[in-house]
């Protein structure tokens, strides 16, 4: 067969491997064995974390530990996943960005395994801020893998295989939570949680040794992208201000800056100060799989084949905007109903077997979860039409990381200080409703398909012909 004929027989973006290259050589530089493995070390390591964040404080009676230590982990996010995380990917790859953060989750769950013997608040705070600068390593490197090992046109559906993969973790991790803790009376999980969570965070880092440098993987849209990149430190922060200072760019940050915000409101008041523990492992379990289902639901409707790529953008928007108007007006029902039980005395006590009365919270707290994954697939999407350069794509998720874990650390102080759950609840609203509307011209001006800028391919042609 001639190299014309084979071409042809081939999707015009996927490039073959050498002739002479073992099948498994192919099968691990495959972008689709990348996005896999990248969703399962996800479901190992920050699934897990989810799992113990949806059971309320962290499994522990008192949330004002764990709100802390997540304070000082989305501090530590905010501080380095774009002025360090960016520009480190770029200078060392996927593979050593990942091991060396990937560890800092099992040493999140040691602290609070340690905390339920020794009540080390200290302990659990510092490994918290420790876990912010790992946990800034792994997104980086999870958001370019996802955002550019695809063709354009299965962006959508590589975030729906991911989030669906991923968020298995966190319920999972909640299921067999809500196993070992089905007869606990203490409101605090077993050292077994603990234990079990850290061993499979352990297992999704070994993991990581397995993650594909770009420039060996079979895509060609991704190979015109890589060609143009330079990886020195100089150019590595060249890149970050040229990415970064548009404003196409600057109206998708409050969007960013949104998409942790109201973590704290449904964990630690939703599902923390109503249900008793065995409860908010189920509902842990339930917030997660609604995230699957909300993931797939955004890709498949974020990769329509009779769409164009700039009427998906909009159908996007719409999508967030209206069910986010229809899920915060049933928070504001809730709240009301929740602020008269507690004033009763109400608190920690409702369990899944209470039939109605518990049906319409656990369900909300569903629909919190699936619109969580709405929003942030939403986020991941848009930043997948602004480059299909890894070094490009890691820029703009350290800056998807940087804001969304300040907007995170202020919701999470805002919790730890006890402000009212109705002030909590308003804030997550009008904030959410705000950053779309704010993004709604990078939203309206999505082109049909992303290429390397012009100046940019003159610029390294001409350097090259240089040397």
């Not at 430190?233 to 990415?243: A, L, N, R, S, W």
Request: hydrophobic letters at 45%; proline letters at 3%.
């Amino acid at each position: 067969m001639s190299n014309q004929q084979q071409s042809e027989s081939q999707p015009a973006d996927v490039e073959l491997g050498p002739e002479q290259g073992s099948r498994m050589k192919d099968f691990y530089a495959n972008p689709w064995t990348q996005i896999a493995l990248i969703s399962v070390i996800c479901f190992c390591c920050p699934g897990m974390y989810n799992a113990l964040g949806g059971l309320g404080g962290s499994g522990q009676v008192d949330p004002t530990v764990a709100a802390n230590a997540t304070v000082a982990l989305l501090s530590a996010t905010a501080a380095t996943a774009l002025i360090v995380a960016g520009p480190f990917f770029s200078l060392v790859g996927p593979r050593m960005c990942f091991l060396l953060g990937g560890w800092t989750y099992a040493l999140y769950s040691g602290s609070l395994l340690n905390f339920n013997h020794h009540a080390n608040g200290a302990f659990v705070i510092a490994s918290g801020a420790i876990l912010g600068i790992g946990a800034s390593m792994l997104w980086v490197v999870q958001g370019a893998i996802m955002t550019t090992y695809v063709q354009e046109s299965q962006k959508g559906l590589a975030i729906a295989v991911f989030w669906i993969i991923f968020n298995l973790g966190g319920g999972v991790g909640s299921l067999a939570s809500f196993g070992l803790n089905f007869h606990s009376k203490s409101g605090t999980v077993s050292d077994s949680t603990y234990i079990a969570l850290m061993v499979i965070m352990l297992v999704g880092w070994v993991l990581g040794a397995f993650i594909c440098s770009p420039s060996r993987v079979k895509l060609a849209q991704l190979h015109a992208a890589v060609e143009h990149e330079k990886h020195s430190f100089k150019d590595g922060m060249k890149i970050t201000i040229q990415t970064l200072f548009t404003w196409r760019v600057a109206c998708m940050l409050p969007l960013f800056f949104c998409a942790n915000v109201f973590y704290s409101y449904q964990q630690n008041n939703v599902n923390g100060l109503t249900f008793n523990i065995r409860t908010r492992s189920l509902n842990g379990a339930l917030y997660w799989i609604a995230q699957m289902l909300g993931g797939l639901l955004i890709g498949v409707l974020l990769d329509l084949p009779f769409l164009t790529r700039p009427a998906r953008a909009k159908l996007g928007w719409v999508v967030l905007f209206s069910t986010g108007m229809a899920i915060w007006g049933g928070g504001y029902a809730f709240q009301k109903w929740q602020d008269h039980r507690v004033a009763n005395g109400h608190k920690q006590d409702l369990d899944y077997t209470d039939g109605s009365l518990s049906t319409g919270p656990m369900f909300l707290y569903i629909f919190y979860g699936s619109y969580d994954a709405l929003w942030q697939g939403f986020c991941y999407w848009l930043i997948g039409t602004e480059s299909n350069s890894t070094a490009r794509a890691a820029v703009l998720v350290g800056a998807y990381k940087t804001f969304q874990a300040t907007g995170g650390a202020m919701a999470w102080r805002i919790n730890a200080l006890h402000t009212s759950p109705m002030t909590q609840l308003g804030m997550n609203w009008g904030l959410s409703m705000g950053a779309l509307a704010i993004v709604l011209p990078t939203v309206w001006t999505v082109t049909m398909t992303t290429v390397v800028p012009e100046a940019e391919v003159d610029e390294v042609a001409e350097k090259d012909f240089k040397d």
